[in-house]
């Protein structure tokens, strides 16, 4: 379409303050309420130590996040560098369709909704984040999280690999703070984990470049079996 | 890429209401397929095809396309007669393409049988089904891990499949699914978990009875030796996912669920 040229924001920010701020796990957007399906992994102990929560940290970014959340905020990002606002539309579609869990779908929407009305007292004014707010608001698009991230990062400035960069450390420093919680396994062997996992975000770096839509939603049986029966786990403490 | 060794099999099967009661209105196939004389259940007003091939199974090169077109109100169950095995293939694929369209009110039940990827094997499916109001549909599918029996555990090349549900033509449903065991740890966390086999039944209605889901989790609890998930998607459907170690235990849970919906549907 091509009618909505994004333009930088005329705020007095700066795009690595706005990086940092918006992918802290602390970000006020409900993250650490969500654990993706690890809580069921938890309680039927296939991931009961460090070495399980290890396993299960890369299997969970290079066979799942990659294909789903990154590729999403990826493409976002670079739908929004061409101001393609019909692609976010397909994108926001595309999504409710490959996130067969509910409770994965739920947390999608609910984060991204989140993240929407934070930063948008400071994006208001521009007129790609507008137009893609009104879908929302509208119903016409239901508001994914990694979407809004891979749109107000480059909104905001934020080069891709950057962006990229901190979304999946965020992602896996929220897992490994659930396993510290859950399993649990000690902050120390928390944070080995997480030092080890720097060559695996490298990878992941590299791989999203090269994928484009037709990978999205690459579905992993266990992953999306495991999230499916935490709908009807006895005890929860996460709300996925 | 150009199929080098053999051609597309086709089947085509076109249906329609006539008096109240699902005729075969045209079908055509070209070997290895060929359809038996339909039979009817009339008393769920259901028209069952069986599906043979004369062929030993799915060999390199090999294209298949299926095209079904149900028109209003009709009801067409289609069954596989045999086990989908893939053969050892040397630099190849096979491939198949299957394409549904439903007119309103009409219902289709896919019934594959289990799917099993020889070893050095590969293999693309693609599906698409689009649905108007009122229409139902119904899969289901086994994928094991090889011929297990003789200790063949994922030693496939590839296995890719992407099944896609429309609704008036909305894309409501789209599962993507790629094994590579050469890159993948299938027996790890995210995939098969220790188990060789998965079976997924999904079924899409826009007037879907929620109360099934509650007949789902009675039938399953009381199941041993199987992990199972299941959820509803956006909008009007049920998605099931099963992990287990038997084709045919999995595939007798799958009768048992598609019974389950068989009486909503036409009680």
Redesign the interface.
Known sequence: MGIHTPTPTEIKTHPLFCLLQISDPLFPIGGYTQSYGLET?VQKG??HNAD?SR??LQ??LL??FL?NDLLAAKLAWEYTNEAELENIRCLD??L???K????L?IASTKLGIRFLKIVESILKDNSFFSSYAQLVKSGEC?GHYSILYGLVTKLFNIGKTDALSAVIYSTASSIVNNCAKLVPISQKDGQDILFEAHAIFQQLIDKVEVLNEE???????????????H??LYTRLYIS | MINKFGKDSKLYIKAKVTNGVTMLEDSFFTAPYKIAKPFFDDTKGIMNIMVMAASAGIMEGDCYRINIELGDSSRVALHGQSYNKIHRMKEGYASQFNKFLLGKGAFFDYVQKPTIPFARSRFYSTSECHLKRSSAFLYSEVFACGREKRGERFEFKEYKSCNKVYYNGELIFLDNQLLLPDCQRLEGIGFFEGYTHQATLAFFCDNFNYRLLDRFYELLKNIHGIDYGLTTIKRFGTIIRMLGNSSDFLERILINLRDEIYNVITG
Do not use: H, W
């Open positions: 992994y296939i991931v399980s396993k299960y299997s969970y066979n799942n294909y579609k595309l409710c369709a490959v067969t869990p509910k409770e779908r239901a990978s999205l939603g690459l579905c992993c049986i266990g992953f999306d079996l495991r999230a499916m029966q709908e009807r």
